[in-house]
């Protein structure tokens, strides 16, 4: 079972604070978008073009599934993870921390380029629509909520480990 499982919108420094959060932690990191990224040998924009995002729910609800059984470490899950109904039931187990942020933070760190399709058009409005959309799911399943706001991936990552029990 994972130490700590990781959720916010894009730009909230899930992978990075992830990273950051395993190595003070001392445990092994995995970010549920980049196992299926090498499960199907090609990136998430991709996988969206190719195929559509309900394909990619599917393969990511497989992944987050996975994860939250045969990972031990910190898992990290793609922006949309949690809102599935189906996926939601599965985090009821886990310490689950939510990195909060807000639209000027997250803006910087991710730039609102083409790597993330469902920001593709209109960034900015696609980020607002996209956290109060889910918002209330990622503070129902969170055990934990952090505001990453001004703050280094260390700086969260020290924070949540602390929550967590490990440092």
Do not use: C
Not at 29 to 52: K, L, M, N, P, Y
Not at 91 to 105: E, K, N, T
Not at 123 to 129: K, L, N, Q
């Amino acid at each position: 079972m994972p130490r700590a499982v990781l959720v916010g919108p894009p730009g909230s420094g899930k992978t990075t604070t992830g990273r950051a959060l395993a190595a003070l932690l001392g445990v092994p990191f995995h970010d549920t978008d980049e196992g299926v990224e090498a499960a199907q040998g090609r990136s998430i924009g991709d996988i969206f073009v190719e195929d559509g995002e309900a394909t990619f729910r599917d393969l990511e609800r497989a992944e987050v599934a996975r994860a939250l059984a045969d990972e031990d470490g910190v898992v990290a899950l793609g922006g949309g993870a949690p809102v599935d109904p189906l996926t939601e039931p599965l985090l009821a187990d886990h310490v689950v921390v939510f990195l909060d942020v807000g639209i000027a933070d997250a803006s910087k760190r991710v730039g609102f380029d083409r790597s993330r399709p469902l920001l593709a058009v209109n960034p900015r409005a696609s980020w607002v629509r996209l956290m109060n959309a889910r918002r209330p799911v990622y503070e129902r399943v969170a055990t934990h909520v952090v505001d990453t706001a001004g703050r280094t991936p260390d700086e969260v990552a020290a924070e949540v480990a602390g929550l967590v029990g490990g440092a």
